[in-house]
């Protein structure tokens, strides 16, 4: 099984426009990580945003917010109000305790931010 | 702010060549890590390292791979004889000593072409 999926390949927003980037994930593990990277054409991977399993609150970085759903085990990227330099692909990741230190990455979304 | 460096940006080698992907990590970075992504396909783990040995590999990581900090900054990955599916886009990662959140910082890459 996947531990991540990214269902949504490419995603359309208007400038000015929030826009959800959705990341379901797999895992028995209490303790994990979840990650959103940004990767812009030029092809370099930005950290974003991070939310640990017994985080209470959803993460916030600056317009970037993470719509945590344990139950659910889907963790969600927020992006609000959209600007052209926001189109890049977008990766959701995990790292599990058990599992020591490697990512797992999803398939990724890539946003399109219209003007 | 501090980065993660990686050089060259982008390497064409002949299939059977050796090459050496070099890395220089974030200065009090103490884990290190190798992915790589096939072009259009998710970032894939490869190996991590600490304290000067090789904390976990992926199935990916065979004989043909090797990986070393020759110096106190340096962490390189050696593909001893690459083949055509090494071609992809490989990234180098580091994190700091344990913290809250274990987020791995991505240098640009290195996109190696096999012919």
Not at chain 1, 55 to 63: C, H, K, L, S, V
Not at chain 2, 69 to 86: M, Q, Y
Request: glycine share 6%.
């Amino acid at each position: 099984a996947q531990k991540i999926t990214q269902t949504q390949p490419g995603m359309f927003v208007q400038e000015k426009e929030a826009v959800t980037l959705d990341c379901t994930y797999d895992t028995s593990d209490p303790s994990y990580g979840l990650f959103w990277y940004k990767q812009p054409s030029s092809g370099e991977m930005i950290f974003l945003i991070y939310q640990g399993s017994y985080d209470q609150q959803n993460a916030t970085e600056g317009r970037y917010s993470l719509n945590f759903q344990k139950a659910r085990k889907s963790a969600n990227l927020v992006i609000s109000a959209s600007q052209l330099g926001d189109s890049a692909m977008y990766f959701c990741a995990m790292r599990e305790k058990s599992t020591g230190n490697q990512f797992y990455f999803g398939t990724g979304t890539s946003l399109t931010v219209i003007p | 702010e501090p980065e993660v460096t990686q050089t060259p940006s982008h390497q064409v080698t002949q299939m059977g060549q050796e090459v050496i992907l070099r890395c220089v990590p974030i200065s009090n970075h103490l884990y290190f890590y190798w992915y790589r992504q096939i072009l259009g396909q998710k970032v894939e783990f490869l190996v991590s390292f600490y304290n000067n040995e090789i904390s976990e590999k992926s199935e990916i990581f065979d004989d043909q791979f090797s990986v070393e900090r020759p110096d106190g900054s340096n962490f390189t990955l050696k593909i001893r004889s690459t083949k055509l599916e090494d071609s992809a886009m490989y990234f180098c990662a580091s994190r700091p000593p344990s913290g809250r959140t274990d987020t791995q910082y991505f240098g640009p890459g290195t996109r190696l072409t096999v012919l």
